[in-house]
Structures are given as structure tokens and as C-alpha cells.
């Protein structure tokens, strides 16, 4: 994870020249943290075996609930949106148990662009988003980029940072848009996530993805989010790169290697 560039690239408009690198902390992980680790992981383990049960408890009602003959058109959309939410929280619970019984990553051939619209639609229906009238925009300058990915995971990547730069502005009362953008690096795809919100704290910048730091722990915040951010875009082989913007709120730039890319003209639109 980096505070700072590692090269010259920079998106017009909307990544400019980054500031210089912020000095690393030193290795977050010493014994204790080791220890806190071994004990969150049980009791993960159990919490998730006993949410996934409840998970389908719930969305087996859901289901009944569904084909109530009283609901209006609306009303319909909604519990899909419900249920479509509820069917994440089931196969993220479902991949995580899996990994802690030895399951690995599934990679195939997927497209970033499809994880992005998805991620986007998605965090749309947030009710922040509707009531505070703050704009998500996208502008993709590859339309077809194939990577060799675990869609899932990738997608609870961008979902995690997308969400991160929605609770900035949000709970700052500051700032009214985030833009998601992709632009092609020759092997490379770089995602670029920026909000106009109030930005990092400086003394923050060198803790954030370290285990269990977190500005948000009286508002629920784990400390855990990027962090595993961060290993979910390693594992892709890629990088993830996060700094202010020069003209106010916070970019996350994410680095993956391409399959191949096909160059079209950029698209821009609003949600």
C-alpha cells in the first residue's frame, strides 16, 4: 500500500501530479497485533457460520414476502434491491468461510468496467446518496478491459473504497461528488476514485491500512477495511496508491495488470 506515486502518470482532470510520498510507519505488525489477529479470526469464524444462518433465515422470509400480492410496483423494486443485497452478504459470508477452510481465490476472465457499473449501482441505492443529492460520475476511456480476476473479490475492493470516500463527505457535510474513472496504462488499468470531500488529515495519512487504525471507531469503523483493500489488490497483482487532491478531498488509485484492452472513445455519465 502507498501514500504517494510511484510514477508520473496522471489523469487529466482528475488525477493531477500527486504531492510527494508520505514516509512509511514502521511494520504495523508486532506480536500483540499477531495475537489480536489469531483471536479475531475465531471469533470471525463463528460469528460468520451463525450470520450466514440467520442470512438465510431472513431471506427465506423475504422470499414469501415477495409474492404478496398487496405490494405495489414499487414496493416490488425495493425488496429486490433487499434481497440483492442480502444474496451479497450471502456469498460474501459463503467465500469467507470457504477461504478459512482452504478455499482459494477464483479467478476468470472478467471485465472491470461490468465491476465497476455494478459497484456503482449498487452504492447508488444508498439513502445518503438520494438524500444529500451527492453525484457519483464515471468516465472510462477503455471500454473493454479484460483482467484475469476473482470478480467477487475485486468487487468488495472497490465497493469497500467507494463507500470509504461516501462516508467522508457524508459525515463531514462536505463535498457533493465522487468520480470513478479508468484509464489504460499500456499492461496496466488504472482505476482512479476521488471524492471532493474534506481529505486525509495529514498526521492520519502514514497509519491508514494498518491493522485496526481507524478515524471512524466511534461510528463503526473496524480499522480492517483497507487493509484488506490491500491485500485483495495485491493478490491481483496490482498496487493500491491513496493521497489528497491538490484541490481538495481524497484520491484512491488502484493498479492491475491487463488481460487486454480495447480503446474506445470515453464515456461520461451521471448516476
Do not use: W
Not at 118 to 140: H, L, N
Not at 167 to 184: F, H, M, P, R, Y
Amino acid at each position: 500500500m502507498h501514500e504517494g506515486p510511484v510514477d508520473s502518470f496522471s489523469l487529466e482532470g482528475l488525477l493531477p501530479e500527486r504531492p510527494a510520498p508520505v514516509p512509511e510507519a514502521p511494520h504495523p505488525l508486532g506480536n500483540r497485533d499477531l495475537l489480536a489477529f489469531i483471536q479475531l479470526g475465531q471469533n470471525c469464524a463463528s460469528t460468520i457460520h451463525d450470520l450466514n444462518n440467520s442470512l438465510m433465515v431472513v431471506m427465506g422470509y423475504l422470499g414469501l414476502l415477495q409474492h404478496s400480492s398487496s405490494l405495489t410496483q414499487e414496493q416490488q423494486k425495493d425488496l429486490s434491491t433487499i434481497y440483492e443485497i442480502l444474496s451479497d452478504c450471502r456469498r460474501m459470508t459463503d467465500r469467507t468461510l470457504g477461504m478459512i477452510h482452504g478455499e482459494g481465490m477464483r479467478f476468470e476472465r472478467v471485465s472491470i468496467l461490468e465491476i465497476l457499473d455494478r459497484v456503482i449501482g449498487k452504492t447508488g441505492q444508498r439513502a445518503e446518496i438520494r438524500s444529500k443529492g451527492i453525484r457519483i460520475e464515471r468516465e472510462y476511456d477503455v471500454r473493454a478491459a479484460a483482467l484475469e480476476a476473482d470478480a467477487f473479490q475485486l468487487e468488495r475492493a472497490i465497493s469497500n473504497l467507494m463507500n470509504n470516500a461516501l462516508n467522508a463527505i457524508c459525515e463531514s457535510g462536505k463535498g457533493d461528488s465522487l468520480q470513478v474513472s479508468t484509464v489504460s496504462l499500456a499492461d496496466k488499468i488504472q482505476i482512479g476514485i476521488r471524492d471532493n470531500g474534506p481529505g486525509i488529515p495529514t498526521e492520519i495519512l502514514p497509519l491508514m491500512g494498518q491493522p485496526f487504525f481507524t478515524s471512524r471507531r466511534s461510528r463503526g469503523g473496524s480499522g480492517l477495511g483497507l487493509l484488506i483493500v490491500d491485500q485483495i489488490v495485491k493478490s491481483h497483482g496490482g498496487r493500491l496508491e491513496f493521497y489528497n487532491h491538490p484541490q481538495g478531498g481524497a484520491v484512491f488509485l488502484v493498479t492491475l495488470p491487463l488481460l487486454e484492452g480495447k480503446q474506445e472513445e470515453p464515456l461520461q455519465t451521471e448516476l
